[in-house]
């Protein structure tokens, strides 16, 4: 594997591995950020094996769908959790709405965007 798309891939692991870890300690709004996260960089890691070149600076998941053609490809299922983890990264960053994002993204909820996060990654790791 390239090192480029192995550097992306790891680094998606492990934010992987760390929004697991704010699950079990109960940081539920850093799960969603460091899904969103993981998601973000195995994007990336696609979009360096299609391209050849690092992808913009960008934290949109649309954007790193689109410019991968891969939105052609998405199943409903995928594009819906798309569209719930991508707003995600700015709220967990900057939580406007703290108490209506808690409400929002409770254990079990958490668990699903885990699991979600993991069976995108898998999917994005069977093209590279």
Known sequence: MNKKIKYWVDIADYDLETAKAMLQSKRYLYVGFMCHQAVEKILKAYYIKLTDTQPKFTHRLTYLTESTKLEDELSDEQKYFIDELEPLNIEARYPTC??????KLSFEKCKEIITNTEGFVQWIKKKL
């Open 98 to 103: 703290k108490e209506k994002l808690f409400k």
